[in-house]
């Protein structure tokens, strides 16, 4: 089994930053992808952020040039750092891991998901 624990969300006034971390963790062998989804009140969830086992990153529109998305291979952990947040940001923002397990089997893993407030 994989385990994905998301932390570091909280409420924040527009403007603000906030690093959230994903910590994996169990029987993993290697992890490609890992990424980053919010799910906003009322609308589906979306997608935030990519970052490949090699370090190349891609981002949605909305998030461009305000969050950074950053892995630590050797912690198994992935960050979302994000900078001038807007109301529009708000959501449970959800940590995603392509995952090859130690019997050899892949597993597309997710975090039970972490609150971003952002307030007027």
């Known amino acids: 089994q994989v385990q994905l624990v998301e932390s570091g969300g909280g409420l924040v006034q527009a403007g603000g930053s906030l690093r959230l971390s994903c910590a994996a963790s169990g029987n993993i062998f290697v992890i490609n992808d890992m990424g980053w989804y919010r799910q906003g009140p009322g609308k589906q969830r979306e997608w935030v952020a990519t970052i490949t086992a090699g370090q190349t990153t891609n981002y949605a529109d909305p998030v461009k040039g305000r969050f950074t998305i950053s892995r630590d291979n050797t912690k198994k952990t992935m960050y979302l750092q994000m900078n001038n947040l807007k109301p529009g940001d708000t959501g449970v923002y959800y940590c995603?891991?392509?995952?090859?397990?130690?019997?050899?089997?892949?597993?597309?893993?997710w975090g039970q998901g972490t609150l971003v407030t952002v307030s007027h």
């Open positions: 995603n891991a392509d995952t090859i397990v130690g019997t050899g089997g892949t597993l597309d893993a």
